[in-house]
């Protein structure tokens, strides 16, 4: 078993390696930095584009690595980790194929920058992986750090569905893995309301 993150050089900032960290030391397991590259044509071209593609293919991956490398440095003392790369035509699904070869127990993704330091946005990649992922999906906010420690507590939405029985079932079957104690939040949303204004109805 180990922790899956999905990395790329210069795509997304550092929080998704972050969280694997603490994630992966939180488990007792190893880390797996994975890089997902484009797939080659499966016609050769007579200009040699498709060799070039390749080429450029893996300098991304051997360049991927390495940045993770220099990051996860001093962030990963007494955890294992290896770094793996593949070709694919989609990143979500060659991440799925990586995440069932190894066992993985959960899919770690950094959150695009766009959204604010306290927003997690979600690209293409991490919404096709949170509907179609066997093991569960970690997204990070765009600047999460984590140098030392495991995670501390686990917070779980239910809404009094059947569905929610079944997803508080499972965040406490984690919670106990990770052995942190568990939250459960509920939330009343309320629609708009209409304030007449002081004056009344009829003067308007």
């Not at 507590?153 to 942190?180: H, I, N, P």
Request: proline share 6%; charged share 20%.
């Amino acid at each position: 078993m180990t922790v899956v993150v999905g990395y790329r050089a210069g795509k997304v900032g550092l929080s998704g390696l972050h969280l694997a960290v603490r994630i992966a030391r939180s488990l007792k397991t190893s880390l797996t930095v994975a890089t997902v590259v484009p797939k080659p044509w499966l016609t050769p071209s007579l200009a040699r584009v498709d060799a070039e593609f390749e080429q450029w293919a893996d300098h991304l991956a051997e360049d991927s690595a390495r940045e993770a490398q220099r990051y996860l440095f001093a962030l990963s003392e007494g955890i294992e980790i290896n770094y793996r790369h593949l070709p694919h035509r989609s990143v979500s699904s060659g991440l799925i194929e990586l995440a069932e070869e190894l066992g993985a127990d959960v899919v770690v993704l950094g959150s695009l920058p766009s959204g604010g330091r306290a927003q997690v946005v979600v690209g293409t990649t991490a919404d096709w992986l949170l509907h179609s992922s066997p093991v569960p999906v970690a997204i990070s906010p765009p600047e999460y750090r984590c140098h030392t420690g495991t995670l501390t507590r686990l917070t779980c939405a239910y809404s009094a569905t059947a569905e929610s029985v079944e997803v508080l079932r499972r965040g406490l079957d984690y919670a106990d893995r990770f052995d942190v104690p568990v939250r459960v939040i509920t939330f009343a949303v309320r629609g708009k309301t209409m304030y007449p204004p002081e004056v009344g109805l009829d003067a308007e």
